[in-house]
């Protein structure tokens, strides 16, 4: 992307964000934030260890800095700003399911045909989670993942500590 495309973009990033609430997580002040930014840098750089303490505060920051992409942590930190992961101090995450539709490919499938499979296996997991395994479905939240599938997002406190071998299990 040539400078002036580059800046024409970050310009439009720049006005949305100024103008449009931006969704966020529970506890999203115990989360780590990262941001990739429009940079003239080789390649994609990650700008990680942000926090914030307000919904203003994270407002002030894209508006300011306007990021081509946003991400928050699953996991919760006492110092989710800590630049070492010993010293952000985990005290647990949401239990994540990441389906992605190129992952579930069928022989033939066009990208909406692959979709509409990854919707139909999330529509699946998002009742077995619920009728199964007995998670309300207030703790869980299925997003669009942005182009591939879909996040299911299970916050029950009963898997807030489950330990990483557990969460792939």
């Known amino acids: 992307m040539n400078f002036r495309t580059?800046?024409?973009?970050?310009?439009r990033f720049q006005q949305y964000y100024k103008t449009h609430e931006v969704y966020l997580?529970?506890?999203?002040?115990?989360?780590?934030?990262?941001?990739?930014?429009?940079?003239?840098?080789?390649?994609?750089?990650?700008?990680r260890h942000k926090a914030f303490g307000s919904k203003g505060e994270l407002s002030?920051?894209?508006?300011?800095m306007a990021p081509s992409h946003a991400y928050y942590s699953t996991a919760y930190y006492t110092y989710p700003a800590a630049?070492?992961?010993?010293?952000?101090?985990?005290?647990?995450a949401d239990l994540i399911f990441d389906l992605d539709a190129d992952h579930l490919r069928k022989?033939?499938?066009?990208?909406?045909?692959?979709?509409?499979?990854?919707?139909t296996?999330?529509?699946?997991?998002?009742?077995?989670?619920?009728?199964?395994f007995g998670f309300d479905s207030e703790h869980i939240e299925v997003?669009?993942?942005?182009?591939?599938?879909?996040?299911i997002h299970v916050r029950d406190p009963s898997v807030l500590k489950l330990e990483s071998g557990a969460r792939r299990e």
């Not at 022989?107 to 919707?119: F, P």
């Not at 296996?121 to 199964?132: G, S, V, Y």
């Open 107 to 119: 022989q033939g499938a066009d990208y909406a045909e692959m979709l509409e499979n990854v919707k």
């Open 121 to 132: 296996e999330t529509i699946k997991l998002n009742c077995f989670l619920t009728e199964d």
């Open 60 to 64: 002030d920051y894209l508006s300011g």
């Open 25 to 47: 997580p529970p506890s999203f002040d115990a989360r780590e934030w990262g941001f990739i930014m429009f940079d003239e840098l080789p390649g994609v750089r990650m700008r």
């Open 143 to 151: 997003v669009f993942s942005g182009g591939r599938g879909y996040h």
């Open 6 to 11: 580059r800046q024409f973009v970050r310009n």
């Open 83 to 92: 630049r070492n992961m010993k010293e952000k101090g985990w005290q647990g």
